[in-house]
Nanobody, 119 residues
Framework: QVQLVESGGGSVQAGGSLRLSCVAS????????MGWFRQGPGKERERVAT???????HYAASVKGRFTISKDNAKNTLYLQMSSLKPEDTATYYC?????????????WGQGTQVTVSS
């Protein structure tokens, strides 16, 4: 049974930093893509950053240069280091994964963790 468990959300002032973590379990191997998505109040869900099976990363334009996605295969853990946070980064952040090369529309989702950035 696949499970994704996020942690690390919280409240921070603009300009601050947070690191999100997501522990994955239930996958037969490490050959799955992972990514972070977010949904802000009154907004549609958007892709924030993904890492494909080959290790290549992709970022939304709005976070490029501020956020860094990484994966520790030995720990089955995905990270999102967020720096220079802005109020518009306020959202529920979801970890997602799928046994495909690239997480465009991933199958598996975590429960979400709230990030609130105050001005």
């Amino acid at each position: 049974q696949v499970q994704l468990v996020e942690s690390g959300g919280g409240s921070v002032q603009a300009g601050g930093s947070l690191r999100l973590s997501c522990v994955a379990s239930g996958y037969a191997s490490s050959n799955y893509c992972m990514g972070w998505f977010r949904q802000g109040p009154g907004k549609e869900r958007e892709r924030v950053a993904t890492i494909n099976v080959g290790g290549t990363t992709h970022y939304a334009a709005s976070v490029k240069g501020r956020f860094t996605i990484s994966k520790d295969n030995a720990k089955n853990t995905l990270y999102l280091q967020m720096s220079s946070l802005k109020p518009e980064d306020t959202a529920t952040y979801y970890c997602a994964a799928d046994v495909v090369f690239f997480c465009d529309r991933p199958r598996d989702w975590g429960q979400g963790t709230q990030v609130t950035v105050s001005s």
